[in-house]
């Protein structure tokens, strides 16, 4: 098997890719190749470019996701409406096929078992189902489509909960949390919302124990980003622990969890900053660091989606403003310390994993 890898979206216009890099055992980046998905991106990341029009804009978390045994890798490709599907191999990635995502401007994908859902940003909106076949390729899963809260909601991120009951959804335009129940066949019942504690819900995460950690970045207000913590009721209703917990800093967007369940972070992406967090056996969130300020990745950096190294010691975040990806390590008391950068991916970058 290839080493540790990571794998960005560039999200190009006129040639969607992935880009791969190889992660030494201390933590450095070296760039493996790029792999076309034989799709378009949007060719603008709102995180770079936060005046883009909403027509193009891709702002979301989980624009790529692994298979459930993580020998394939699957991409959105926001501008050509499909999903591609790659083989991971030892030479990177080999295209296996690409399939219609079900609506317009496909953002965020989450995969359980042979199970995968999309959330589709505009036209209607709404999630769809995918059946993950064993070499890879979708197949359309009938009668999954699923609207969401409210046409034009603007999802930012689907997932599937720790036990595989449920799916979420974060709503951008509406404030809400969406909370599908996942039926034995794979197709979900109708969507049930709840009122996001601050605005702008965007990206999120969950604990071990299965408890939600979602950022909000509250229409990009000046030091008014917050992050708030929920478990879930019987019904799969989320019920808030910590509400809306200041980061001090701008536009708190994406969201990752240490293996240990200890610590989450939120990128900032108009501070340029990552703030952390220390997540009690309660799940209350209590902030790091009085001023918000853990990591810094740079003014105009416009810091987006992370990601936390398997063995938990490094955090990394895509950069598209600087075009680089950022590499903090991670200490035992949830501190991060700068690491060498590395460059190679574009401003319009989204979405980034690691295996």
Same mark, same amino acid.
Request: a negative charge; charged letters at 15%; one cysteine or more.
């Given at each position: 098997?290839?080493?540790?890898?990571?794998?960005?979206?560039?999200?190009?216009?006129? *040639?969607?890719?992935?880009?791969?890099?190889?992660?030494?055992?201390?933590?450095?980046?070296?760039?493996?190749?790029?792999?076309?998905?034989?799709?378009?991106?949007?060719?603008?990341?709102?995180?770079?470019?936060?005046?883009?029009?909403?027509?193009?804009?891709?702002?979301?978390?989980?624009?790529?996701?692994?298979?459930?045994?993580?020998?394939?890798?699957?991409?959105?490709?926001?501008?050509?409406?499909?999903?591609?599907?790659?083989?991971?191999?030892?030479?990177?990635?080999?295209?296996?096929?690409?399939?219609?995502?079900?609506?317009?401007?496909?953002?965020?994908?989450?995969?359980?078992?042979?199970?995968?859902?999309?959330?589709?940003?505009?036209?209607?909106?709404?999630?769809?189902?995918?059946?993950?076949?064993?070499?890879?390729?979708?197949?359309?899963?009938?009668?999954?489509?699923?609207?969401?809260?409210?046409?034009?909601?603007?999802?930012?991120?689907?997932?599937?909960?720790?036990?595989?009951?449920?799916?979420?959804?974060?709503?951008?335009?509406?404030?809400?949390?969406?909370?599908?129940?996942?039926?034995?066949?794979?197709?979900?019942?109708?969507?049930?919302?709840?009122?996001?504690?601050?605005?702008?819900?965007?990206?999120?995460?969950?604990?071990?124990?299965?408890?939600?950690?979602?950022?909000?970045?509250?229409?990009?207000?000046?030091?008014?980003?917050?992050?708030?913590?929920?478990?879930?009721?019987?019904?799969?209703?989320?019920?808030?622990?910590?509400?809306?917990?200041?980061?001090?800093?701008?536009?708190?967007?994406?969201?990752?969890?240490?293996?240990?369940?200890?610590?989450?972070?939120?990128?900032?992406?108009?501070?340029?900053?990552?703030?952390?967090?220390?997540?009690?056996?309660?799940?209350?969130?209590?902030?790091?660091?009085?001023?918000?300020?853990?990591?810094?990745?740079?003014?105009?950096?416009?810091?987006?989606?992370? *990601?936390?190294?398997?063995?938990?010691?490094?955090?990394?975040?895509?950069?598209?403003?600087?075009?680089?990806?950022?590499?903090?390590?991670?200490?035992?008391?949830?501190?991060?310390?700068?690491?060498?950068?590395?460059?190679?991916?574009?401003?319009?970058?989204?979405?980034?994993?690691?295996?």
């Amino acid at each position: 098997m290839p080493p540790e890898q990571i794998y960005v979206q560039t999200n190009a216009a006129e *040639a969607n890719e992935v880009a791969v890099f190889n992660r030494t055992a201390d933590g450095t980046l070296q760039p493996a190749g790029r792999f076309g998905t034989d799709g378009l991106g949007t060719g603008v990341s709102r995180a770079a470019d936060p005046t883009a029009s909403d027509s193009l804009g891709v702002d979301s978390q989980e624009a790529l996701a692994f298979s459930a045994d993580r020998a394939f890798l699957f991409a959105v490709n926001g501008g050509s409406n499909d999903i591609s599907s790659f083989a991971i191999v030892d030479s990177g990635l080999r295209l296996v096929g690409k399939t219609p995502s079900g609506g317009p401007t496909p953002v965020s994908i989450a995969v359980r078992g042979n199970l995968l859902y999309v959330a589709n940003r505009f036209g209607a909106g709404g999630i769809a189902g995918f059946t993950v076949e064993a070499d890879g390729q979708l197949s359309p899963l009938a009668g999954s489509e699923r609207p969401l809260s409210a046409a034009g909601a603007a999802p930012a991120q689907v997932s599937f909960t720790r036990d595989g009951r449920f799916l979420v959804v974060t709503e951008l335009a509406t404030n809400q949390i969406v909370t599908y129940r996942v039926n034995g066949d794979g197709r979900t019942g109708r969507a049930r919302s709840v009122r996001s504690s601050g605005d702008t819900p965007f990206g999120f995460a969950f604990d071990p124990s299965g408890r939600l950690i979602v950022s909000e970045a509250v229409g990009g207000t000046a030091q008014a980003g917050t992050v708030s913590s929920y478990r879930f009721g019987t019904n799969g209703q989320p019920i808030l622990i910590s509400a809306s917990v200041p980061t001090h800093q701008t536009g708190a967007c994406w969201v990752v969890t240490t293996g240990d369940g200890r610590y989450a972070y939120t990128s900032n992406t108009v501070s340029g900053s990552i703030s952390g967090y220390r997540i009690d056996a309660h799940g209350n969130l209590t902030l790091l660091a009085a001023d918000g300020l853990n990591g810094n990745t740079g003014e105009n950096s416009f810091c987006s989606d992370m *990601a936390i190294s398997g063995d938990g010691r490094f955090l990394y975040v895509v950069n598209p403003g600087s075009e680089t990806i950022g590499a903090f390590a991670v200490q035992p008391d949830g501190g991060l310390v700068p690491q060498p950068y590395v460059g190679g991916v574009p401003n319009s970058a989204v979405g980034i994993v690691v295996r």
